[in-house]
């Protein structure tokens, strides 16, 4: 019998039907799929590694330890992102065990450092290839010796964006762990009652936020209160940067919001955390760090 023409058409079409449809199950694209992979492309992007192998440590004096130990000097072994002081328990010694801390981890952090010094500190944490970067930056570009000479917004934004930036192209696969910057306008009340306490920060500790610190004046309350106001904006710099990254995770503001007191800060200067401080600020970290999701 002879086929006629809408016939041949319509196994034409049935045809072409049964190519697309089975073209479409061998590519993983169904109904409400989105070619590309479907679940395979979603799989394939960075997920955060709670049991990082190794970790570098960069920033300024408190992740040095400054003040833990003795006055006006650095103390490393209590830091805690790499210290070995069993009384601190650093993060490298949670997450890597007291043996395999001491080889697997640095420290690269440099008192005094601001923003602008990060992004050389990234560069040579990079050169380890490290599992987890821990960050702690800022307190010294809102501690300057006059409210006016604090780093910009806009400055310590693009700063912080080159130093990821340069990371991220130096070792693509570490992980980022940014803390907060502490609450500065707390740590002077905890500790301006103290006479000693008041000359030793005359040495040039903070003067943005200590100078004249027993002052109520309305000067000296509005200095202190900028001071507070541009460490929010820091932090918030942190969080909206960090955010880009799916291999950075930022503490949520756990260090800023944490309420310090005086047992936990230096008794020498009462404004450095002490042992005990940096074993609260190790514990933080590490809740952080191997949560299953970030904070929110």
């Known amino acids: 019998m002879r086929t006629t023409a809408p016939r041949r058409r319509a196994r034409r079409t049935l045809a072409g039907a049964v190519v697309v449809l089975l073209g479409g199950m061998a590519t993983g694209c169904g109904p409400g799929g989105s070619g590309g992979g479907g679940e395979r492309g979603a799989q394939s992007a960075p997920r955060w590694n709670t049991a990082p192998a190794s970790i570098a440590a960069v920033g300024d004096s408190i992740t040095r330890g400054f003040d833990a130990c003795s006055v006006l000097a650095d103390c490393p072994e209590v830091s805690w ?3 070995n002081d069993p009384a601190v328990r650093s993060l490298a010694t ?3 065990g007291e043996a395999q801390a001491p080889t697997r981890s640095w420290n690269h952090a440099v008192t005094g450092s601001r923003m602008a010094d990060l992004p050389g500190q990234l560069a ?3 050169a380890h290839k490290p599992g987890l970067v821990t960050v702690m930056v800022g307190s010294n570009d809102a501690c300057r010796p006059t409210v006016s000479s604090m780093t910009s917004v806009a400055d310590f934004r693009s700063g912080f964006e080159q130093a990821l930036g340069g990371l991220r192209a130096a070792s693509p696969d570490s992980q980022v762990y940014v803390s907060s910057v502490p609450d500065l306008q707390r740590l002077w009340e905890q500790g301006k009652d103290l006479p000693m306490v008041r000359q030793v920060w005359k040495l040039g500790i903070c ?4 100078a004249d610190p027993l002052s109520g004046a309305a000067g000296a309350t509005a200095r ?5 106001a541009r460490v929010v904006e820091y932090n918030e710099v942190l969080r909206e940067v960090c955010a880009k990254d799916p291999l950075c995770r930022y503490d949520g503001g756990a260090v800023f919001q944490y309420p310090f007191d005086a047992q936990q800060l230096s008794r020498w ?3 450095h955390p002490g ?3 940096q074993a ?3 514990e933080l970290a590490h809740r952080q760090v191997t949560a299953a999701e970030p904070p929110r």
């Open 280 to 282: 609260r600020l190790a």
């Open 269 to 271: 200067d009462w404004f």
């Open 81 to 83: 992102a790499t210290g």
């Open 124 to 126: 040579e944490a990079a």
């Open 207 to 210: 003067q943005s936020m200590l």
């Open 94 to 96: 949670r997450l890597l």
């Open 224 to 228: 202190r209160e900028q001071v507070r």
């Open 275 to 277: 042992r005990e401080g």
